[in-house]
């Protein structure tokens, strides 16, 4: 379907994903005229991620949401896992309560679209957006291949390839510190055989995150959702690091996950029905542009830098769909007051500086920089699963605790190195 060319909006919003989703369907409700253009033949073909989001922010926004959207299961079980040749030391937590679901995205995407689309918004999808139209330096609609769409205002949320913000020298072009490459598969079990051998119930979900020899021990990690009838399993690396020390193809990285223990045994039967890979933000508030709006345009979700990677977990999806939200609130305060110049729209970064999104990337902006550092994902492995082999692996004397974590930290790493990094992780910045 081609963009209409000769109708005017108030907002042009490109990218179908969470943020522009929210975006949409925040501003038609309020009465704005928007169209939102978006570059699959359907909302969400083009979005991939791991498969977890947290679920409080969209209530917020989308009425129904726990209702309507397509979740997958509730998650009720979180595991983390150190994993060396030698074996695997895991840490799990339990919870009758959740606030937390997995989900596909492409279907969670849909779903937001079309609210925005019932909302009042127009969805134009397999439409290629090449350009911010320019007048006198102020975003005045969009290109696409000989057409020119005219709005008051764009929203830009074309993901983490900032491919049009790059166009207009609004950020500059991504470098590989700032990234890392996801590939995921997701595998058909049926929902008998994964709650069977993951130990769930029907409406309990797992989430599983591992770091050490699952990536080679490059900085990254794996991570394996439970869905309803499907298991999707993943590993993520910085690309920085993989561009230097992965001698071979990342496919098969993920190929050795898949068939060593104790994933083998887990997924024995399944069929794989999808397979991907994405690019993710992950330098935190280094990837950020400088500003976040400018004359007629804000910039949201990945195209902002706005994910969070503790190690444990991974935020993303939820910090985009409010920030979408938060910029359709900052395009209605500029209406108001008359423009939509920069300043006006400053008002956005206003917006996200109070809200949870701006305090949450701040507060964890040295725990994502210490998760780029190599020796995290090598070291502490070997020490964990050292330490505890000696634990349980004796002939006759057994060994004390702090026996075996020095035995096996001697000659691996700095004590004082390890308690800068424990400190970094228990207390931020």
């Known amino acids: 379907m081609d963009p209409p060319s000769a109708t005017k909006f108030d907002v042009a919003i490109v990218g179908a994903g969470p943020a522009g989703a929210s975006a949409a369907y925040t501003l038609a409700r309020k009465g704005f005229k928007v169209v939102v253009l978006e570059r699959g033949r359907t909302p969400g073909s083009k979005n991939l991620f791991g498969g977890r989001v947290y679920s409080h922010p969209l209530e917020l926004i989308f009425e129904g949401f726990k209702n309507e959207a397509p979740i997958e299961r509730w998650t009720k079980r979180e595991v983390l896992s150190f994993v060396t040749e030698e074996g695997i030391v895991s840490v799990e937590y339990a919870s009758g309560s959740s606030t937390s679901f997995t989900a596909y995205l492409s279907k969670l995407s849909a779903w937001m679209a079309s609210k925005a689309e019932s909302a009042g918004a127009i969805l134009v999808t397999d439409v290629r957006v090449d350009d911010i139209l320019m007048e006198n330096g102020k975003a005045v609609g969009i290109v696409s291949g000989g057409d020119r769409l005219y709005a008051d205002v764009v929203v830009i949320a074309e993901g983490v390839n900032r491919l049009l913000c790059e166009r207009r020298n609004i950020t500059p072009q991504l470098s590989p510190e700032e990234v890392a490459l996801g590939v995921k598969h997701v595998i058909r079990l049926g929902t008998d055989k994964i709650n069977d051998r993951f130990g769930l119930d029907s409406n309990e979900g797992l989430a599983w995150f591992l770091i050490g020899k699952v ?45 060593s223990p104790p994933f083998t045994r887990l997924l024995e039967g399944g069929s794989l029905v999808e397979y991907g890979s994405h690019l993710t933000p992950e330098a935190g508030l280094k990837m950020m542009p400088k500003k976040l709006y400018g004359d007629g345009f804000l910039i949201v979700g990945d195209a902002a830098g706005l994910l969070i990677n503790l190690g444990y977990t991974v935020r993303g999806v939820d910090l985009a769909a409010f920030s979408g939200y938060l910029a359709a609130e900052a395009i209605e305060e500029a209406h108001s007051l008359g423009s939509y110049t920069s300043h006006n729209l400053s008002c956005y970064e206003r917006k996200l500086n109070d809200s949870f999104v701006m305090k949450e990337m701040k507060r964890h902006d040295s725990v994502q920089k210490l998760m780029s550092k190599s020796h995290i994902f090598e070291l502490y492995p070997q020490v964990l699963v050292g330490t505890t082999k000696r634990l349980f692996e004796f002939e006759e004397a057994s ?14 790493g700095s004590k004082f190195k390890m308690l800068l990094d424990a400190i970094t992780l228990m207390r931020g910045p």
């Open 399 to 412: 060994p004390k605790l702090l026996e075996a974590a020095k035995e096996s930290l001697k000659g691996k």
């Open 215 to 259: 990536t080679d021990y490059l900085p990254g990690g794996a991570f394996l959702y439970t869905n309803s009838t499907t298991v999707s399993l993943g590993i993520v690396v910085f690309l920085s690091h993989a561009m230097k020390k992965v001698k071979r193809h990342i496919y098969e990285v993920l190929e050795d996950l898949r068939t």
